[in-house]
Structure formats: structure tokens, C-alpha cells
């Protein structure tokens, strides 16, 4: 991460390593539907280990769920300070949810999720679990 990314006390923005989970989160989305897709809600972001100047970034993001159009991703933000000769750590993480658009902006289907491992079983039913808790909230 570059200077122009910090505050004045050397640690990078929230904001800016948010904007680049937003950006892996999206291609991980346009890759599953081949349409465009808008972020529609962030969710459980948490920050776990501070990034600094200097250190790399590494944004992780899977595909856990799909319904008809959203698409859930979790994001996963590794720091890395090699000159320190550090481990490397989980810096932040976040469930986004993104909607696949048709050529007018409209919610568009999404094509189903292909489920192989049984971990992918677990984050697909946390995710659907997930997705059907904020249809609730939306009805109240």
C-alpha cells in the first residue's frame, strides 16, 4: 500500500482497502454471471490486523451463494510485510452481496452455484441462511 493510502499515523484507510474488496468481490461476480453487477450490501466487515504502508495486500474472494440474481462473496484481505520477515495475516474480512444487472440495469438471473466440496455445502447453506435473514428484515 502506497503513502497517499494512509493517515497520518502510517495505517491505510479502511475506506480504500474496503474499495478494493468491493473490486475483487465484483470480479469474482462478473466472472460467475458474464453480465454486469452492482454492490448491493456489505456485510459482517470486520478489521482484524491494521494495514501499513508498504505492506502487500492480497484480497481472497469466493462465490458462497446464489439466488435468483444476488450473489453473496466472501472477501478476504491478507497483509503481508515482507521486509519485516512477518506471517502473514488476515486484515479484514466481509460478506458482500452483489446483483446481477441486464443490459437495462435490471436485476438479471444469476446461473445456480455448482457445489463440489463439502465445504462449499456449508458456506452455500450459511449464505442461503444468510440471504432468507435479510428478506426478513426487508419485510418488516
Do not use: W
Request: charged residues 20%; proline residues 6%.
Amino acid at each position: 500500500m502506497q503513502p497517499e493510502h494512509a493517515n497520518p499515523p502510517g495505517n491505510i484507510h479502511g475506506g480504500e482497502i474496503m474499495k478494493l474488496m468491493d473490486n475483487a468481490a465484483a470480479i469474482v461476480a462478473l466472472r460467475h454471471t458474464r453480465t454486469n453487477v452492482a454492490t448491493k450490501r456489505v456485510d459482517q466487515l470486520v478489521f482484524h490486523h491494521p494495514v501499513h504502508v508498504g505492506d502487500f495486500v492480497i484480497c481472497n474472494a469466493q462465490l458462497t451463494f446464489v439466488g435468483k440474481s444476488s450473489m453473496e462473496v466472501l472477501v478476504t484481505v491478507l497483509v503481508d510485510n515482507i521486509t519485516k520477515d512477518q506471517p502473514t495475516k488476515v486484515a479484514l474480512t466481509a460478506f458482500f452481496t452483489l446483483v446481477a444487472l441486464d443490459g437495462n440495469g435490471m436485476p438479471a438471473d444469476a446461473p445456480p452455484l455448482a457445489i463440489i466440496t463439502e465445504e462449499e455445502r456449508v458456506l452455500f447453506e450459511a449464505g442461503r441462511q444468510r440471504y432468507l435473514s435479510y428478506k426478513q428484515q426487508r419485510l418488516r
